[in-house]
């Protein structure tokens, strides 16, 4: 029993209210925000360290014993995911002070913040699949309020989709929730692949592909996806950088999850979600192509991206499993750095329409290394954080002989390449428009905070051996200790 | 705005006993039917009520915190619950009780669960508060004498306050 791994759970809710009591002063919302999040980034490092040691620790809420109490869990997928959410939460919040708009604005920001870190920290450190569920509410609730921040007419109504497409998938988990239950007795993750054995193979086969579908939602998969780039780009920029580099994870998270406790050797779903993951890619990079605002082509990336870690998940292997884990913990860090760019270049000129900016690279040339980098880790190309993913990935693709997987997955990162230099030869090659002029100087606040980011994601391209193994001792927890219930 | 006698009698027959029920279903909340956010619900609709009644300037008169207050606060004692146990190195909202003999009432405890359940309370009354704070004004906001447009700049015309 180990109390303490519960609390990036709950801290941040403490710190929330302490925000909403000393609303009429901002310096002591931020103090309140960069500190816990500070805090917790040392607490997400500590149990990075213990869970490699311990392999699995758990707590009970209350002291009550599962299945009756609430069990929280974290092992190496939970720790390297809370890690890599809480350094992008802290990330983002000071190019958000930097920024000053929708944060400087409204008394709710700091505490609605907060309640999102905790959302998205309980969700990696439930053990429980309804608490799962909570965890989905607190981070969705948060995220109808982060997204319409601001009340332009845009945003209510792309939150409106974003509000009914997260609904229709919260109802629908309940609803699957409530039907394992009455087929099993438990949702507990630990007790369900016991249970489980007990059912019919196909009922077992319907489950797994219930959640599968609600997962798929959150993390906008193939053909689940069409609410993504229509929502995120409306946010205000730090707010779209986190969902799309976060929030869509914690749907890839849970899946990951499901899969492994509840279908480790259902290789029927394995090739299902083969083939979502390549349909993903693919379509994903041509909306990216055919888009012409910063915001939009990211977003339509951010698609693409989540059928590379499907295709890991999807090989049902601990080479395809470790490769994914690598993946999503490298990506977050590239996404959440290109968004916070592309917000760099919205608020240098004005606009982040590619039409409407050129030679941003004559006037800011800092502005286009920090572009540069994370496009070109997105696309692959060695030796940044994006290619010793998709290496992995392949890699593993080739072990397990999906050759049309690994042939898509490289056509795509050719494409994604493609629309990456649509940006850059859009807004900064060429001779410079009149608003692309450097007449005022940017927040050193936001720029510090991208840059950080930049400097993260090439410590993980330095560091990928020991990252790797790590990733790797992280799928072999999960695959054997789900794969030892097997019939 | 223009009252009518009969909702103002009822609404002040009705609150004391609607606040004595919401007391109830919060306090017995612990092992019968209600709770926290029951209790707070009921609460919350007597503001509704006094709203309905006297507008917004009654409920600021009647209820004598802000709405931000309330919720913060409630947050706050419903977290600290949650958080404090783990500090003490025991399980998240670990359950501490205290019996004690009243006068009167006898036997009584206090468990943190209660404490839970009125931090609950608190926010949801909060919340509902802040619902009527933010759209039950009849003006909007921006014209209650806090941020006036300059004269001649107006896309909206001034009001008097």
């Known amino acids: ?487 | 705005m223009k009252r009518s006698v009969i909702v103002d009698v009822t609404a002040r027959l009705i609150l004391p006993s609607a606040l004595l029920f919401a007391l109830h279903l919060l306090l017995s909340g612990h092992d019968r039917p209600g709770g926290g956010f029951v209790g707070g619900l009921v609460a919350g609709a007597t503001i509704a009520l006094i709203f309905v009644a006297g507008g917004m300037d009654d409920v600021r008169s009647v209820v004598p915190v802000r709405p931000w207050t309330i919720l913060g606060g409630g947050l706050a004692v419903a977290a600290s619950v949650a958080t404090v146990p783990i500090l003490l190195g025991n399980p998240v909202m670990d359950n501490w009780k205290l019996s004690m003999d009243l006068p009167l009432l006898g036997d009584a405890k206090i468990s943190s669960a209660l404490v839970f359940d009125i931090g609950v309370a608190a926010v949801v009354i909060g919340t509902i508060f802040m619902v009527f704070e933010a759209f039950g004004d009849e003006e909007p906001p921006e014209f209650r004498g806090e941020v006036r447009p300059a004269p001649g700049s107006g896309q909206r015309p001034e009001v008097e306050s």
């Open chain 1, 1 to 487: 029993m180990t109390p303490w791994i519960a609390l990036p759970a709950v801290l941040p809710l403490l710190a929330a209210a302490a925000s909403v009591l000393v609303g009429r002063s901002r310096t002591a919302q931020r103090i309140i925000g960069l500190g816990t999040l500070t805090a917790l980034l040392g607490l997400a490092v500590r149990l990075l360290i213990e869970t490699d040691r311990n392999d699995v620790m758990t707590t009970q809420a209350g002291g009550w014993v599962a299945p009756l109490g609430i069990t929280f869990v974290a092992d190496r997928l939970s720790a390297i995911m809370l890690l890599v959410a809480i350094g992008m939460f802290l990330a983002v919040l000071v190019y958000a002070i930097g920024q000053g708009d929708e944060e400087a604005r409204h008394v709710g920001f700091h505490p609605v913040y907060l309640t999102l870190v905790a959302g998205v920290c309980m969700a990696f450190l439930t053990g429980d699949l309804f608490n799962l569920f909570v965890a989905f509410e607190v981070l969705l609730v948060s995220s109808y309020v982060l997204l319409t921040l601001g009340g332009r007419l845009a945003q209510v109504r792309a939150g409106t989709t974003y509000v009914v497409i997260s609904l229709l998938a919260s109802i629908t988990f309940l609803m699957s929730l409530g039907l394992l239950y009455r087929a099993t007795g438990t949702v507990n993750l630990a007790d369900l692949p016991a249970a489980m054995e007990a059912l019919d193979p196909e009922l077992r086969r319907v489950f797994l592909l219930l959640f599968l579908g609600v997962f798929g939602i959150k993390a906008a998969i193939f053909p689940l996806f069409f609410w993504l780039p229509d929502s995120y780009p409306n946010a205000p920029t730090a707010i779209t950088a986190v969902f799309a580099g976060l929030l869509t994870k914690v749907g890839v998270y849970a899946m990951i999850r499901i899969q492994t406790t509840i279908g480790p050797d259902d290789t029927v779903v394995g090739t299902v979600l083969l083939v979502v993951a390549a349909l993903t890619m693919v379509i994903g990079v041509f909306g990216a192509i055919s888009q012409q605002e910063i915001k939009r082509i990211l977003s339509f990336h951010a698609v693409s991206q989540i059928g590379y870690m499907v295709f890991g998940l999807g090989l049902l292997t601990v080479a395809g499993l470790a490769a994914a884990i690598l993946y999503i913990a490298q990506y977050i860090v590239v996404k959440t750095t290109l968004f916070l760019t592309g917000g760099l270049v919205e608020r240098a000129s004005g606009t982040g329409h590619l039409d409407r900016v050129d030679g941003m690279l004559r006037t800011r040339p800092l502005l286009g290394m920090l572009f540069l980098l994370p496009a070109l880790s997105l696309a692959g190309v060695p030796p940044l954080s994006g290619f010793v993913g998709k290496f992995a990935l392949v890699d593993a693709g080739v072990s397990s002989k999906s050759w049309v997987l690994v042939g898509v997955s490289l056509a795509v990162s050719i494409m994604t390449l493609l629309s990456m230099n649509k940006i850059w030869a859009g807004a900064f090659m060429g001779e410079p428009t009149a608003n692309a002029e450097a007449t005022s100087p940017l927040p050193t606040a936001m720029v510090v905070a991208t840059g950080v980011l930049v400097a993260v994601s090439i410590g993980i391209a330095l560091g990928a051996g020991p990252i790797y193994a790590y990733a790797e001792r992280a799928a072999e927890t999960l695959l054997p200790l789900a794969g030892s219930s097997a019939p």
